[in-house]
T-cell receptor
Framework: GAGVSQTPSNKVTEKGKYVELRCDPISGHTALYWYRQSLGQGPEFLIYFQGTGAADDSGLPNDRFFAVRPEGSVSTLKIQRTERGDSAVYLC????????????FGPGTRLTVL | GESVGLHLPTLSVQEGDNSIINCAYSNSASDYFIWYKQESGKGPQFIIDIRSNMDKRQGQRVTVLLNKTVKHLSLQIAATQPGDSAVYFCAENIGTYKYIFGTGTRLKVLA
């Protein structure tokens, strides 16, 4: 079947704007993760969903970041009042339960805040 | 696509030689480990995993070694090929859903 997909692949926005990043996990994967990857670094955990609920959002850097997964499938990462420091690649991954399991990553969304 | 990591440690190997990529993990309670390969502009791709009750696991052309005493993980790639050129990350899991990724190593295969 299809892998994890993310849209858009690239997003350029201006400082202060609102952005939404979308993740379509592999069908049947209950677990969904968002990570942020800066240049030269490994992925950094942001949030974990088990089904519809955010089981752990401790990695979200501040309250400008929010993520939802209303039907337990597609997830949207929302960033308000973007700042230049938000520029990074945002990766989504999904897996079966229970953890720990192999995570399947999407190609990422490269966010650039001007 | 953009380059993943301009300032990563780099390992250069001749095509056909074996590669060894090392990783020091942080948490002695970690019990599951994964090696990922990431090519430029793509997400990390699973290579091989190992649980803490093992010290070695082999896949196709790859072997992962785990030394819990010194919290060290290594990835060995046999007969390295040009397509192996990428950034390699280890990730540790402490028994739940949360993974901690290392900073990565860039592997360059020389023809």
């Amino acid at each position: 079947g299809a892998g994890v997909s993310q849209t858009p692949s690239n997003k350029v926005t201006e400082k202060g704007k609102y952005v939404e990043l979308r993740c379509d996990p592999i069908s049947g994967h209950t677990a969904l993760y968002w990570y942020r990857q800066s240049l030269g670094q490994g992925p950094e955990f942001l949030i974990y969903f088990q089904g519809t609920g955010a089981a752990d959002d401790s990695g979200l850097p501040n309250d400008r970041f929010f993520a939802v997964r209303p039907e337990g499938s597609v997830s949207t990462l929302k960033i308000q009042r973007t700042e230049r420091g938000d520029s990074a690649v945002y990766l989504c991954a999904s897996s079966l339960l229970p953890p720990p399991r192999e995570q399947f990553f999407g190609p990422g969304t490269r966010l650039t805040v001007l | 696509g953009e380059s993943v990591g301009l300032h990563l440690p780099t390992l250069s190997v001749q095509e056909g030689d074996n590669s060894i990529i090392n990783c020091a993990y942080s948490n002695s309670a970690s019990d599951y480990f994964i090696w990922y390969k990431q090519e430029s502009g793509k997400g990390p791709q699973f290579i091989i995993d190992i649980r803490s009750n093992m010290d070695k696991r082999q896949g196709q052309r790859v072997t992962v070694l785990l030394n819990k005493t010194v919290k060290h993980l290594s990835l060995q790639i046999a007969a390295t090929q040009p397509g192996d050129s990428a950034v390699y990350f280890c990730a540790e899991n402490i028994g739940t859903y949360k993974y901690i990724f290392g900073t990565g190593t860039r592997l360059k295969v020389l023809a």
